[in-house]
């Protein structure tokens, strides 16, 4: 019997129809970048299970449940990584990329791992871009990479989605506010889900996170986390709206967003897209004040944020944004007879190296068939080169939109196509 194989669930191939599209977001993200001075990171896909343990959290959903979590044979502990901010502050302090300069701006793209039941707008591995700015307090920051997520979004010509945001707090608010947490849900403890059961003792804060139906009713009374920051988290948080508003950057504050990970303190926000179904996190991010040091550095505050290029995607086939022009060749060679073929592919090289994109298909002999592979390429122009032609030292240019056609001088050709 065959043996059919298919992708992993969750997983997915991205075939040349939609790569164009990847490629077009990418380039927009890192136009973006260049704008606001952020430079590219890679980092391994996989790191010490570790990293994610100790700043992502024993208790969030994704180190308990998601993390794709192995041995390698020598009972070393890694995982595929869930997320890319704890890999780039290993790396930040492991490089002491603090005493270089002009390092402390970062970007990332590339694929993360989740265990999560798939569903439109999620998987198991999906495609994450980034940016994490690490190294200081001041929330002139937030606002700055709230801004870039903002100018990313809007160059894509995305219109409907909505930036949410809050102040989670300091250590300190938050103590106070997850005792208030555990005052208020306790009367109702029967009635929340088994993981909130769980959090509630853990961490309260993300039951305001459930999406469970009966959760979310009995939280939506729950205590505002705005009520509980201290005063410098709330001067902090006044300066990031300020500075939103003076950047014209709209915003609405939403004091359920607690975020899913457990390294954040203070700013929070979400990009929330207005008409997606229920995987409709577009970006999330925010600061992270402590997560150096649980990972071994010193005081190294930053503040950062990520999205799926999944849902982005969706969202801009929603929106019918434009995904730039599929890559279509400039020219396709046809040659005719066994002696063009040698100097046919003579000149295809030849305007290769001159940046011309050029299509040849070896495999189709007669003019018919060429013409038809040119037409379905959608090449500009049908260069041909036939016995004639040879004898000639000339070639037939055809313009394949408007069917003219003209004969060049072989030696002339490449210019005339870097002009036209
Ligand atoms: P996150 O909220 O876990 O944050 O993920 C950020 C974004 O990644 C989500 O809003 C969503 O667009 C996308 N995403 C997450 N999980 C999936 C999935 N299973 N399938 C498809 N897309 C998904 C972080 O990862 C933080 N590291 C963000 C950050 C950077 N905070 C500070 N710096």
Redesign the pocket.
């Known amino acids: 019997m065959a043996i059919k194989f298919s992708v992993p669930r ?1 997983t997915y191939d991205i075939l040349p129809d939609i790569s164009y599209k990847w490629e077009y977001v990418t380039k927009v993200f890192r136009d973006v970048a260049r704008e606001f001075n952020y430079k590219e990171i890679v980092t391994p896909i996989f790191e010490n299970s570790n990293i994610f343990e100790r700043s ?1 959290g024993a208790t969030s959903d ?1 180190v308990e449940k ?1 993390m794709y979590k192995f041995e390698d044979k020598k009972g070393r502990s890694f995982a595929l990584r ?5 890999p ?1 502050v290993r790396s930040f302090i492991e490089n002491g990329l603090n005493l270089k300069p002009n390092s402390s701006k970062l970007y990332y793209l590339g694929p ?1 791992f ?1 265990y ?1 039941r ?1 569903q439109k ?8 871009y ?3 700015n690490i190294g200081s307090t001041n929330v002139y920051n937030d606002a700055e ?1 709230i801004a870039f997520a903002y100018s990313f979004l809007t160059r894509l010509g995305l219109q409907n989605f909505e930036l949410q945001i809050n102040s989670i707090g300091c250590k300190k608010c938050t103590q106070d506010y997850d005792n208030a947490l555990k005052e208020y849900f306790t009367p109702n403890i029967d009635s929340l889900c088994s993981d909130c059961r769980n959090r509630l003792i853990k961490n309260p804060k993300r039951v305001l996170d459930c999406k469970v139906k009966t959760c979310k009713i009995i939280a939506s009374n729950a205590p505002s986390m705005i009520d509980y920051l201290d005063e410098d988290c709330q001067r902090d948080f006044e300066k990031v709206k300020e500075y939103l508003n003076v950047m014209n950057i709209p915003f609405i504050v939403n004091a359920k967003i607690v ?3 457990d ?2 303190s203070q700013t929070a926000f ?2 929330i897209d207005t008409n997606l179904g229920a ?1 409709n ?8 004040n402590t997560l150096a040091e649980q990972l071994g550095g010193k005081n190294l505050p ?11 995607l969706l969202s801009m086939e929603q929106e019918n944004s434009s995904f730039g022009l599929p890559q279509i060749p400039k020219v396709y060679l046809v040659t005719l007879g066994e002696e063009a073929v040698s100097k046919g592919i003579e000149l295809l090289s030849k305007l290769r190296k001159n940046g011309i994109s050029t299509e040849y298909d070896p495999d189709k002999i007669s003019m018919n068939a060429q013409m038809k592979m040119a037409n379905k390429t959608e090449a500009g122009f049908a260069l041909i080169l036939g016995k004639n032609e040879l004898e000639n030292n000339i070639i037939i240019l055809k313009n394949l939109a408007t069917g003219e056609q003209k004969n060049v001088n072989l030696t002339k050709i490449i210019e005339l196509m870097k002009d036209i």
């Open positions: 969750g992502v994704i998601e869930p997320e890319g901010t704890a780039v993360m989740r999560d798939p707008g999620r998987y198991r591995q999906f495609y994450q980034g940016i994490e990479a975020r899913g990970l390294y954040y979400e990009f995987q996190t577009l970006i999330g991010g925010g600061r992270y930053g503040i950062g944020f990520a999205g799926g290029f999944e849902r982005l």
